[in-house]
T-cell receptor, first 115, second 112 residues
Framework: DTGVSQDPRHKITKRGQNVTFRCDPI?????LYWYRQTLGQGPEFLTY????????KSRLLSDRFSAERPKGSFSTLEIQRTEQGDSAMYLC?????????????FGPGTRLLVL | KQEVTQIPAALSVPEGENLVLNCSFT??????LQWFRQDPGKGLTSLLL?????REQTSGRLNASLDKSSGRSTLYIAASQPGDSATYLC???????????FGKGTKLSVKP
C-alpha cells in the first residue's frame, strides 16, 4: 500500500461524455503527477503540480484535458468529450520535494474505457 | 530529450535462475533512475531508486546499478521465484521538474 489512492478504479463511458478522476496523494507530499499508460507501453507524463500550482504540462494534454489541485491536496483530472483514443490507465503519483531521494509513489490507477 | 529503452521486451526463465534486466537512456545528465514493478492491471510499485551520485542500490534479492557514462542501468534479480513474474519498468528523471520518463518495460515470467 503506497498511500496514494485513486477513484474510480474503473470507468466505462460513451464517446463524447465527460469524465473526472480523483487522486489523493500521500498527505505530506507537495508534488503530484499525472501519467497515462496505454497497453504495452510505459506511462507517459501528462502534468504535474507543486502544491496547488500546475507547473508543467505535456503536449499530450490536449485542450480537452484539464487538471486541478485546488487546495494543494487532492487533484482531479477531467477529460471532456472523450474519444476512443483516450482509453488508457491514468496513473497518479506523489513525491516530497526537497528530499534527497525524491521517490515517486504511484496509486493503483484509473482504467478508462471509451466505447 | 531523454529516451529510455528496455531490453528484452519479454523474458521467460525457470524458477531459481539469476537474471538481468537492461535499461538504457540517451541523456547522461540523468538525475535519478527508478525501477518499478507492475502487476497486470495494477499500478506501479517502486523497487529501487538510484541517485545520480550512486552506482548501485540493493534491496533483498534485487540489485540495481547505474552507469551514467554508458547510459545504462541494470536490475539484477537473484534466485528468481514465480512471484517475481510481472512487468519491470525503469524510468529516468528527465524533465526539469522531475517528471519520470519510462521505458516500455520487460515482461518477466518465472516458471515453477
Amino acid at each position: 500500500d503506497t498511500g496514494v489512492s485513486q477513484d474510480p478504479r474503473h470507468k466505462i463511458t460513451k464517446r463524447g461524455q465527460n469524465v473526472t478522476f480523483r487522486c489523493d496523494p500521500i498527505s505530506e507530499h507537495n508534488r503530484l503527477y499525472w501519467y497515462r499508460q496505454t497497453l504495452g507501453q510505459g506511462p507517459e507524463f501528462l502534468t504535474y503540480f507543486q502544491n496547488e500550482a500546475q507547473l508543467e504540462k505535456s503536449r499530450l494534454l490536449s485542450d480537452r484535458f484539464s487538471a486541478e489541485r485546488p487546495k494543494g491536496s487532492f487533484s482531479t483530472l477531467e477529460i471532456q468529450r472523450t474519444e476512443q483514443g483516450d482509453s488508457a490507465m491514468y496513473l497518479c503519483a506523489s513525491s516530497l520535494r526537497g528530499q534527497i531521494q525524491e521517490t515517486q509513489y504511484f496509486g493503483p490507477g484509473t482504467r478508462l474505457l471509451v466505447l | 530529450k531523454q529516451e529510455v529503452t528496455q531490453i528484452p521486451a519479454a523474458l521467460s526463465v525457470p524458477e531459481g535462475e539469476n537474471l538481468v534486466l537492461n535499461c538504457s537512456f540517451t541523456d547522461s545528465a540523468i538525475y535519478n533512475l527508478q525501477w518499478f514493478r507492475q502487476d497486470p492491471g495494477k499500478g506501479l510499485t517502486s523497487l529501487l531508486l538510484i541517485q545520480s551520485s550512486q552506482r548501485e542500490q540493493t534491496s533483498g534479492r534485487l540489485n540495481a546499478s547505474l552507469d551514467k557514462s554508458s547510459g545504462r542501468s541494470t536490475l539484477y534479480i537473484a534466485a528468481s521465484q514465480p512471484g517475481d513474474s510481472a512487468t519491470y519498468l525503469c524510468a529516468g528523471y528527465g524533465g526539469s521538474q522531475g517528471n519520470l520518463i519510462f521505458g516500455k518495460g520487460t515482461k518477466l515470467s518465472v516458471k515453477p
